[in-house]
């Protein structure tokens, strides 16, 4: 429809009904107004031609309400009227970009108001014990809004399955995997509210900053104990990725076994064959001042024989010493070999 400048543009009066998606008029947050004065300024261009998608959408169960989206409570309402994901949260996308000009949505009744944002949104489905992350693309960014809207036909195009039945709705991912389980409400709505309390407790992790808090487990595991709900006040990181873990790779290092040759055949009878070594100094003396030892070692017993030395030039009188032992305990008639490196 042309509209010519000179024209001033009508102001059309909306009846504002109760929305059935935001329950009773009792429950908002101040009066709900009888009237909706609406200014129609005629169709937007750039929203023809960039947009055109957007333009005329209907969206079941939008509120204008001042939102603090550091400090609110979370509430998301899954709606199979809304044909896009929308929210008020900005600290909820993990992926933004600002639209210029903002997008004009329409409501059911008739309320407008403006996108000025859009991208991957995160929100938290409650699914059994616990709760698991799921990523909302192209979603806008409305900050009048008064909660999330979750659009199940988006998610159907996605390749969600979702099921109703039992006073629950159940969102399956492409996969075949659960993604959640939403409880319906006495006011036959599936909405989630998640308190502040639980919203603030909740610490966001890297996926390798839980590998290692859960004792180095696999990484998979880690990151299924936290979907599955079996481990709660964590939230996983979605820009993060699995990386190498030195802890791990030393922990699982193994080592060939070195073989143990016999260059000669081993002796026979004790004295056959003594080994002996000298070592030192210490850093630290040891009693009486001593900083070296020796040792006699006999290659068919392997028993083995120590004697502290305060000096090295002390070796000789040690060795006297051990075979005039081994003389007398008639471990042999006396030492065949001495072998020292």
């Keep these: 429809m042309a509209v010519e400048e000179d024209l001033v543009a009508p102001t059309l009066n909306f009846g504002v009904d109760p929305d059935p998606c935001l329950g009773d008029p009792d429950d908002l947050e101040g009066d709900a107004p009888d009237e909706l004065n609406f200014a129609w300024d005629g ?66 009744n008739q309320q407008r108001f403006p996108a000025i944002g859009t991208g991957t949104l995160a929100i938290q489905v409650p699914n059994g014990r616990g709760e698991t992350e799921l990523l909302l693309k192209d979603a806008l960014h409305a900050p009048s809004v008064g909660y999330t809207l979750v659009s199940l036909g988006t998610l159907d195009e996605e390749g969600y399955r979702t099921q109703i039945g039992g006073g629950y709705l159940e969102i399956t991912s492409p996969r075949g995997d659960q993604i959640g389980r939403v409880a319906c409400t006495h006011k036959r709505l599936y909405k989630v509210n998640h308190d502040k309390d639980s919203v603030n407790l909740a610490e966001t992790l890297t996926v390798m900053e839980l590998h290692r808090r859960l004792g180095h487990i696999a990484v998979n595991s880690a990151r299924k104990l936290v979907e599955s709900g079996a481990v709660t006040g964590i939230k996983l990181d979605p820009a993060s990725q699995e990386a190498t873990c030195d802890a791990c790779i030393f922990a699982h290092a193994t080592r060939q076994p070195v073989p143990k040759v016999q260059i000669s055949s081993p002796a026979q009878n004790f004295g056959d064959e003594i080994h002996t070594d000298v070592w030192g100094p210490s850093s630290t003396p040891m009693c009486q001042g001593r900083k070296y030892f020796i040792t006699f070692t006999d290659d068919a017993t392997r028993y083995t024989v120590t004697f502290l030395m305060r000096t090295k030039d002390e070796a000789l009188e040690a060795y006297k010493s051990f075979e005039a032992w081994v003389l007398m305990q008639q471990h042999c008639k006396g030492i065949k070999t001495l072998h020292s490196d």
């Design 43 to 108: 169709p937007d261009d750039w929203l023809k031609e960039e947009l055109s998608e957007i333009e005329g959408e209907e969206l079941v169960g939008a509120m204008i309400t001042p939102s603090d989206e550091d400090n609110t409570s979370r509430v998301e309402l899954y709606d199979s009227g809304a044909t896009r994901h929308i929210s008020p949260f900005k600290p909820d996308f993990t992926a933004y970009s600002l639209l210029s000009p903002p997008v004009f949505l329409n409501t059911a």
